[in-house]
């Protein structure tokens, strides 16, 4: 009788040791495949307590009459994220800087994380300053500094006096500036995209070429890695921790979700469920996973763009700017998806640490 039950005992433990959920810990866990539920308690703060955030991206505050969007919670398939804890991070990270380093989608993620934060300590005497391109949220209690540095591409755009703009794809001379850091966050890709009057260079130079114009994918992988092989050379990943901001999706072709080819994020009001984007996955995220597979230094990839895609209610459209002028499908509003992108985060820096252990 004995044997038989340690038998019986041994097999149950074993069964509910295969199929319980994975913990946050599990390093075989993929936090980017999931799906998006209804949680009651989101969101995360409200935005009209963060009184610094960007007018572009309160959606509420500019007369958006839905709020059922902020209501989501990413759902990693088989495993459940780590609560997110601000005063958690914020002792992880007292003494120390953070500078996310991108173009208007870093500033969505960094304006996401300071209110974030904010919200876990809502009395704290915070600073926040701008100085040309480079933003500072300070916040004394911890010594912490969340930095913004606004650069579109990375490698430099410069004012030649016979060209005009000049894209260089093969020069970073502002790197200096990224030395130092505790945490790096990095993004590039949206401004690639642009034509016409909205092109923001004249000329695309790399070694002694110069383009005016060439296949923008072809760039862009330029472009990157030059930036792996900046990093490669002068990140101490010891020292400094380096993240990829992954591709942003855009929502102006309702085709990609099954509605019309007029239809846009504007109106939106829920996400895509499932776990499967029917528009397919954007070209340019095989274009960064295969430079950062290249690299010595290990860079995190927060690959946000499948969770991303489904969210295609997540954004201002016409609640950006205060009126029904433009139709913004490009960034997103607070609260919203790029508060997930901070949970990510903050998961794999919780799973890293314990790893260690």
Same mark, same amino acid.
């Given at each position: 009788m004995g044997h038989e039950f340690f038998t019986f005992t041994y097999i149950f433990l074993l069964f509910i040791l295969w199929f319980r959920p994975s913990s946050c810990i599990d390093a075989g866990c993929d936090f980017f495949r999931g799906s998006w539920v209804y949680d009651d308690s989101y969101p995360l703060y409200n935005a009209s307590m963060c009184s610094f955030i960007e007018k572009q991206f309160d959606c509420l505050?500019?007369?958006?009459?839905?709020?059922?969007?902020?209501k989501y919670?990413?759902?990693p398939s088989g495993c459940e994220l780590p609560k997110f804890n601000g005063q958690d991070l914020l002792r992880r990270y007292q003494g120390k800087k953070i500078l996310f380093v991108g173009d208007s989608l870093s500033l969505n993620q960094w304006q996401s994380l300071t209110c974030m934060l904010h919200a876990a300590l809502p009395q704290s005497n915070f600073s926040l300053s701008r100085t040309g391109s480079l933003s500072t949220f300070y916040m004394p209690e911890y010594n912490?500094?969340?930095?913004?540095?606004?650069?579109?591409?990375?490698?430099?755009?410069v004012l030649d006096k016979k060209l005009g703009r000049v894209l260089k794809l093969d020069s970073i001379q502002n790197g200096d500036f990224w030395k130092g850091f505790d945490m790096l966050i990095f993004n590039t890709w949206h401004w690639w995209l642009h034509k016409?009057?909205?092109?923001?260079?004249?000329?695309?130079?790399?070694?002694?070429?110069v383009y005016e114009d060439m296949d923008r994918l072809v760039a862009f992988g330029e472009g990157l890695r030059t930036w792996s092989k900046w990093v490669d050379s002068n990140v101490n990943p010891a020292k400094t921790k380096v993240f990829f901001q992954g591709i942003s999706p855009t929502h102006y072709n309702?085709?990609?979700?099954?509605?019309?080819?007029?239809?846009?994020?504007?109106?939106?009001?829920?996400?895509?469920?499932?776990?499967?984007?029917?528009?397919?996955?954007?070209?340019? !995220?095989?274009?960064?996973?295969? !430079?950062?597979?290249?690299?010595t230094t290990g860079v995190r990839l927060l690959d946000v763009t499948t969770l991303s895609e489904l969210r295609k209610d997540g954004h201002p459209s016409v609640y950006g700017i205060g009126g029904q002028r433009g139709n913004d499908c490009s960034h997103w509003c607070l609260a919203g998806v790029p508060d997930t992108w901070n949970q990510l985060l903050y998961a794999i820096l919780v799973t890293d640490a314990k790893s260690k252990i």
């Open positions: 505050g500019n007369g958006r009459p839905d709020d059922v969007y902020l919670r990413w759902k912490i500094s969340l930095m913004l540095s606004r650069n579109a591409f990375l490698v430099d755009l016409g009057n909205q092109k923001p260079w004249d000329y695309i130079q790399q070694g002694d070429k309702g085709t990609e979700w099954n509605a019309s080819r007029t239809g846009s994020c504007n109106g939106e009001t829920q996400p895509i469920s499932g776990g499967v984007y029917p528009g397919g996955t954007l070209p340019a !995220v095989a274009v960064v996973k295969g !430079v950062l597979s290249n690299m």
